[in-house]
């Protein structure tokens, strides 16, 4: 008969590891891609802008293409010429908790046209 031998370690210390997901942004037009997004607390988000002028924009559900407040995430407009492979190009999110977060392109007509996206949603 064999025994298994177990270590036990403390919940405190330990440390969860995050996940870095990314996110194309405007690669195949006015599109995120992927658009919808399942992430954990500390996972990160990559959005990798691809040549056209975008950004990432934080709305609410209820008032879609339009900033969700003050405190939102916003990426500013990055207008990239190049490939998506300069740093320049990149914004990171960090997710603080599971809750839904709606964000949208917010250059004149492209959320309009669908460039929308849902980090978790309901």
Not at 8 to 13: I, K, W
Not at 29 to 35: A, E, I, Q, R, V
Not at 106 to 119: F, K, L, R, W
């Amino acid at each position: 008969m064999r025994i298994a031998k177990c270590l036990l370690v403390p919940l405190a210390g330990l440390v969860a590891a995050s996940n870095t997901t990314e996110v194309d942004v405007g690669e195949d037009g006015l599109t995120y891609s992927p658009d919808t997004l399942h992430l954990s607390a500390g996972d990160k988000v990559e959005f990798h802008f691809y040549p056209g002028n975008h950004s990432v924009v934080q709305a609410a559900f209820d008032s879609p293409c339009h900033p969700k407040n003050d405190t939102s995430i916003f990426s500013g407009f990055i207008a990239t010429t190049s490939n998506e492979n300069e740093s320049s190009t990149v914004f990171t999110v960090t997710i603080n908790d599971t809750d839904p977060i709606w964000f949208y392109c917010g250059q004149t007509g492209h959320c309009q046209a669908g460039m929308v996206g849902v980090i978790n949603p309901p």
